[in-house]
């Protein structure tokens, strides 16, 4: 049971390329999320996958895209990177789905991608 | 708007002190509160959860939190702390007047000093 997976780790890229991204849960969760972190500002969320085949844009969504690609997957893509794109990206799951207000709602984080846009 | 505040931005004690990390939030409703943990170079690990009940939770590692809804309040507490306890620590609400997307704090950075 690895929990949440991401690759890559590590992200160097140039502005204007593109990049994805990778997250993978097996706890067999409903809701995916993804999150940057940048320094004095916690975590802020980007994304989010209520459930398998749905998807909405959280509180900074701007330059990203998203696709849950099955119930195990939501992958997060850069089409054209900024350095203001520079953060640690972290994506987590939680086993709730659409009404899920209860004692489902504990969020488990992937180990994050730290990425550089020069 | 929905908000989560932490108090201090970076706390330094020694070993053996005591510490309190301050978390608000400024919703209405029901919550769930959380503190997460984030060692250097980790991810965030759960320390400890508040849905209902006893506002006195007990966590991992010997940390605790104390709900007091009358001051949206949820703050973390840990009667000795040590050098291993550094690290970066996160409040997070969710509510339910507000969807179901975690609201977190921007974070207390802890340094404790051998």
């Known amino acids: 049971n690895a929990g949440v997976t991401q690759t890559p780790k590590f992200q160097v890229l140039k502005t204007g390329q593109s990049m994805t991204l990778q997250c993978a849960q097996d706890?067999?969760?409903?809701?995916m999320y993804w999150y940057r972190q940048d320094p004095g500002m916690g975590l802020r969320l980007i994304y989010y996958?209520?459930?398998?085949?749905?998807?909405d844009k959280g509180e900074v969504p701007n330059g990203y895209n998203v696709s849950r690609l099955n119930k195990r997957e939501f992958s997060l893509r850069l089409e054209s990177a900024a350095p203001s794109q520079t953060s640690v990206y972290f994506c987590?799951?939680?086993?709730?789905?659409?009404?899920?207000?209860?004692?489902?709602?504990?969020?488990?984080f992937g180990p994050g991608t730290r990425l550089t846009v020069l | 708007a929905q908000s989560v505040s932490q108090h201090n931005h970076h706390v330094i004690l020694s070993e053996a002190a005591s510490l309190e990390l301050g978390c608000n939030y400024s919703?209405?409703?029901?919550?769930?509160l959380f503190w997460y943990v984030q060692y250097p170079g980790q991810h965030l690990q759960l320390l400890l959860k508040?849905?209902?009940?006893?506002?006195l939770v007990k966590g991992i590692k010997g940390f605790e939190a104390e709900f007091i809804k009358s001051k949206f309040s949820f703050n973390l507490r840990k009667p000795s702390v040590q050098w291993s306890d550094t690290a970066e620590y996160f409040c997070?609400?969710?509510?339910?007047?507000?969807?179901?997307?975690?609201?977190f704090g921007p974070g207390t950075r802890l340094s404790v000093l051998p």
């Open positions: 987590a799951s939680r086993p709730g789905g659409l009404a899920a207000f209860s004692t489902y709602n504990e969020q488990f």
């Open positions: 706890m067999n969760h409903n809701s």
């Open positions: 996958s209520a459930s398998e085949g749905t998807t």
């Open positions: 919703y209405g409703g029901t919550v769930n």
């Open positions: 508040y849905f209902s009940g006893d506002p």
């Open positions: 997070a609400v969710i509510s339910d007047n507000y969807g179901q997307n975690f609201v």
